[in-house]
């Protein structure tokens, strides 16, 4: 900036004031700069924001879970974040931060609500809450009862299904494992819950079967293997000096595992789950209510009057009386024979009643150590004054879920001819079943099924049974209600009541 210092012409005044407009007009635009400077560089920062939400946690007491804070905070001006937790109750959870790493601890069952705070360097802060559950911690498997040791020759086997001897608290699947102590004298196989053990040399050896709950938590069992004239040391947990017994419902098996491997175990599996019918569930031997067939070797005799007969109330034949007496037995793994005898009721020409054989087998098409398929045939015939035959096939599945459950579906075709005051009569009909059976501990079950006999107009059926099961005996008791009733409109109970011998 220049300043005229010519003398003025009219007054004597010094060159400095003649100066000043320019100066003060410099000084101010230098003001007005650093001001807008200052105003910039005094701009108030920002609080930092919350991003999302902190997801509910829920843990087990005693358990602990970890989440990094950065993910749900941000900060507009970029500055470091310091963060920071409460929880509304020390005696569920506790937590604690160590940079932006959030934990928190499970103390006792029950709900708390974390409060998250993460602040700038200038005070300013965000706040976020989660709710933390803490659920009872996860116990491993318990003990039920005792597996009892067993007594094999050389080329035996039995198949145990474990299960049984073993439960979870939280009911969770186990998972079911077993090694043996010295595989010159016995060899192991596990499929499912089925542990097959297969006598291979003279000694002891012992079997340690191991159940885990999906946590890896586990508990074991010991089984003392021996020779059948050798005395069977008795496993832990058993009376000491108590004989050696087999368990039941398993039994030994001559010869040795067809198919090796888990195919062992699978084809020994159906000497330790229930078999098809033990107690019987034919009901008068039209429909098989499992896939199930008998283990080779193995056979049942039983008796009892099942009030479900699937031809009750058909068509015009009258109505079975479904009292029956049956001798099952398994040729092969796979194939099951059945012959047994009923009583017929028919109210022709003033109701008669008398006695008819049939012949029922069964074959298992397809299996694993859980699912198994099997088609069945039945024919039975009645001479007497007049000629009645009856004939049939199914088609059964059963899955077995767990140790204790296993559910079942059939369906099939029951033929009817008969003669009758010299006219000939004859009627098919579809019959429809589907089921489970819970094994309430291992000597009480519940049996439950509900049947459709002829598709557009027949009958619709409900049983319902207490099974009892004690070493080669069972029993089975409760009742059959028909919801409808193709001649007789109104519902009707009866019982179903039966006992088996295992052989």
Excluded at 16 to 29: I, K, T
Excluded at 228 to 233: C, E, H, K, T
Excluded at 278 to 302: E, H
Excluded at 336 to 361: E, I, Q
Aim: glycine letters at 12%; aromatic letters at 8%; hydrophobic letters at 45%.
């Amino acid at each position: 900036m220049k300043c005229n210092r010519k003398p003025h012409s009219a007054t004597n005044v010094p060159a400095v004031a003649r100066c000043a407009p320019q100066a003060f007009l410099a000084f101010a635009v230098v003001l007005a700069t650093g001001w807008r400077a200052t105003a910039a560089m005094a701009q108030d920062p920002r609080a930092p924001e919350a991003v999302g939400s902190i997801p509910a946690q829920t843990i087990a007491g005693g358990q602990s879970a970890s989440l990094d804070l950065t993910a749900f905070f941000a900060d507009a001006d970029g500055d470091a974040l310091v963060y920071a937790a409460t929880v509304s109750d020390i005696a569920v959870a506790t937590v604690s931060v160590s940079g932006a790493i959030l934990t928190i601890a499970g103390v006792a069952t029950g709900t708390a609500v974390v409060t998250v705070f993460a602040s700038d360097p200038g005070g300013l802060s965000a706040t976020q809450r989660a709710q933390v559950t803490v659920e009872a911690p996860n116990e491993a498997p318990g003990l039920v009862g005792t597996i009892p040791g067993q007594a094999l020759a050389p080329g035996q086997w039995i198949a145990i299904s474990v299960s049984s001897y073993f439960n979870d608290p939280e009911g969770d699947v186990l998972v079911f494992s077993a090694t043996a102590s010295n595989e010159a004298v016995a060899s192991v196989a596990v499929a499912g819950d089925v542990v097959t053990i297969t006598r291979v040399g003279t000694g002891t050896a012992i079997v340690t079967a191991v159940a885990r709950d999906p946590e890896g938590l586990g508990v074991q069992q010991s089984i003392t293997v021996g020779a059948i004239a050798d005395q069977v040391a008795p496993g832990p947990g058993q009376p000491g000096g108590d004989p050696p017994r087999a368990p039941q419902p398993e039994r030994p098996q001559a010869g040795p595992p067809m198919g090796g491997g888990a195919v062992v175990a699978d084809r020994g599996a159906y000497a330790a789950r229930q078999p098809d019918p033990f107690p019987p569930r034919l009901l008068a031997g039209f429909v098989a209510s499992t896939g199930y067939t008998l283990a080779s070797g193995r056979g049942n005799a039983s008796a009892g009057y099942m009030g479900a007969s699937p031809v009750a109330h058909v068509g015009e034949f009258g109505d079975v009386v479904p009292s029956v007496g049956e001798v099952s037995y398994g040729v092969t793994d796979d194939l099951t024979v059945a012959a047994g005898s009923g009583f017929l009721y028919y109210n022709v020409d003033g109701g008669s009643s008398d006695v008819f054989p049939y012949f029922a087998p069964k074959f298992r098409v397809w299996n694993n150590a859980q699912i198994s398929v099997a088609v069945g045939g039945y024919a039975a015939s009645l001479i007497a004054e007049e000629t009645l035959n009856y004939y049939g096939a199914s088609v059964a599945g059963s899955v077995q879920l767990n140790g204790n459950l296993t559910l079942h579906a059939s369906g099939g075709m029951v033929g009817i001819s008969a003669m009758v005051l010299g006219e000939t009569h004859s009627d098919q009909f579809g019959i429809l079943a589907a089921g489970g059976d819970f094994r309430v501990t291992p000597r009480l079950g519940l049996a439950g099924e509900f049947r459709r006999v002829g598709m557009a107009d027949g009958t619709s059926i409900v049983t319902g049974a207490l099974r009892f099961f004690q070493g080669t005996i069972a029993g089975e008791a409760g009742a059959a209600y028909y919801l409808v009733r193709t001649n007789e409109p109104r519902a009707e109970v009866r019982p179903v009541v039966s006992v088996a011998y295992r052989f």
